[in-house]
């Protein structure tokens, strides 16, 4: 009778496990390219901040280290198939947002809104994933799974629909050369 009473439990442990594992794959996944998005807007904004004055060029030097910090630690993540540092990953995505908001305010001409609206979510979604693995770890889980390719392919889709549009409003997107005047052959020369 005894050995019925366990083996549901077990059971429902098993799956319990198994599930988690599949929610930590997952979240490996999209903290890692949304990472690397947040990551190239931090450069991007950066270094358009870095050419003012003041508070704006602290935040655009901030911000390029935090935005190569973050591709890093993306890959590291990746690589890994758990989100490594985790308390310095939630730190780290609010310093971004922080920098941001002070690059927005100290000169709101030239940094886009756009641009750091759009970091702030994918270290949103950071952080976000940051604070389940320290939750998962208080709870006695692991956060150690395999990355989901699908959910890398679906992650990545996501988040360049959301830096496309942001780094183009950046100012480095705005003194950008348009694609449809670059030119494979110039008429006349042959």
């Known amino acids: 009778m005894t050995t019925a009473a366990i083996a549901p439990d077990a059971g429902a442990r098993t799956a319990d496990r198994s599930s988690g594992h599949r929610v930590a794959g997952i979240a490996v996944s999209w903290a890692a390219v949304a990472a690397w998005g947040a990551g190239l807007i931090e450069l991007a904004v950066g270094a358009g901040a870095l050419t003012q004055d003041g508070a704006a060029r602290g935040?655009?030097?901030?911000?390029?280290?935090?935005?190569?910090?973050?591709?890093?630690?993306?890959?590291?993540?990746?690589?890994?198939?758990?989100?490594?540092?985790?308390?310095?990953?939630?730190a780290v995505a609010l310093a971004g947002i922080a920098a941001g908001t002070v690059a927005v305010v100290s000169d709101p001409v030239r940094t886009s809104v756009l641009a750091v609206a759009a970091g702030a979510a994918l270290l949103i979604t950071v952080a976000l994933a940051c604070a389940a693995v320290l939750r998962r770890r208080a709870r006695g889980g692991t956060d150690a799974a395999a990355p989901r390719v699908w959910v890398i392919l679906v992650a990545a889709v996501v988040v360049a629909a959301l830096v496309t549009p942001a780094l183009a409003a950046t100012e480095a997107g705005r003194h950008a050369q348009p694609h449809g005047d670059h030119q494979l052959f110039e008429p006349g020369h042959h």
């Open 59 to 90: 935040a655009g030097a901030v911000l390029l280290a935090l935005g190569a910090g973050g591709l890093v630690w993306g890959a590291v993540t990746l690589a890994r198939g758990r989100i490594v540092v985790p308390r310095t990953g939630v």
